[in-house]
């Protein structure tokens, strides 16, 4: 009895040494509200914000060409992911000028500036540009704001101006091919300036105006937003038949489509090649599942 007693809390005792640890690795969210920079730090991330980042965001970070990163526009757009994702975009794609982008240094100053212009508190650690660490940091999800009586009344509802095929020939083919591309192109490479005779190659134009990179969010926001138009009431189809918005496939497929654009988006913020390729599959599987469930793709019938 003693041994079998005693092989029994060996037992127990390896489940639970064995079981401390898995639970100590999953750290619990934090928010910026703990104190997660310096007062130094955010002096620091003053000066660069002043010399690379105020010419598009404000020298108050009010918005300028770019959004505004203090406020509760700001807060509310950001509380919804982790600081990573913050961090990653302002080091992968940030400053928009051919100037080089912002070191992990700068970067971890320039939110700890940024934190400090939100009112968030010192603490006694710098903010690292340590992924793991920054995936716990959130910003405090703000207070639902109260809607004003009557604040929408007075927004216009516009008619649709074309059929449900020139949305889709319009926007989203030519949207989703620059997504696709991306399989075979790296939108980062660079490229010598396309000269255009006879009239302008509008494939081309977006990537002789803009960054490739650019382009590819552009295109990805474009999907996302395009979806938004599949619903709006009205709409006809090719055939001339109403676009079946309250139809329940319809709206899965449509919100579907919503989602891979949205994909598309963040994987083309990394500005990795292969993570925008990953994501045409979603994309790709989005188009499919609608196109598969009624018939003609453009004649919104199901077979």
């Known amino acids: 009895m003693n041994v079998s007693w005693q092989r029994v809390i060996q037992g127990m005792l390896i489940f639970v040494v064995a079981g401390i640890p898995t639970m100590a690795l999953q750290a619990p969210q934090r928010s ?23 010419s598009c965001h404000g020298n108050a970070l009010d918005g300028r060409t770019g959004p505004p990163l203090a406020g509760a526009d700001f807060i509310a757009t950001w509380s919804k992911e982790p600081l990573a994702e913050l961090a990653n975009k302002i080091i992968r794609t940030m400053p928009k000028n051919p100037d080089p982008r912002l070191t992990p240094q700068e970067t971890g100053d320039v939110l700890a500036y940024m934190l400090q212009a939100n009112n968030f508190p010192t603490g006694n650690a710098e903010l690292a540009m340590d992924e793991a660490v920054l995936k716990q940091l959130r910003l405090p999800a703000p207070a639902p704001a109260a809607t004003a009586a009557g604040a929408t009344s007075n927004v216009p509802s516009l008619p649709p101006s074309g059929t449900v095929a020139q949305v889709m020939r319009g926007i989203l083919f030519p949207s989703s091919n620059i997504i696709f591309t991306t399989q075979t192109i790296d939108p980062g490479a660079k490229k010598p300036p396309v000269e255009t005779t006879g009239g302008m190659d509008w494939l081309t134009w977006g990537g002789s105006v803009y960054p490739g990179w650019d382009v590819v969010d552009y295109a990805a926001i474009s999907v996302a937003e395009s979806a938004k138009l599949m619903l709006t009431p009205g709409r006809r189809c090719e055939n001339g038949r109403p676009v079946p918005v ?27 090649q292969e993570k925008v390729s990953d994501s045409t599959n979603q994309l790709n599987e989005s188009c499919m599942h609608c196109h598969q469930a009624y018939r003609g793709r453009t004649h919104c019938v199901k077979p």
Do not use: M, N
């Not at 920079?37 to 105020?54: I, L, W």
């Not at 489509?257 to 949205?262: H, P």
């Open 32 to 54: 910026v509200r703990d104190g997660v920079y310096t007062g130094p730090q955010a002096t620091r991330g003053q000066t660069t914000y002043r010399a690379k980042c105020a």
């Open 246 to 272: 309250t139809d329940p496939d319809w709206i899965k497929f449509t919100l579907e489509l919503e989602e891979a654009g949205k994909a598309s988006y963040k994987a083309s913020q990394t500005r990795i």
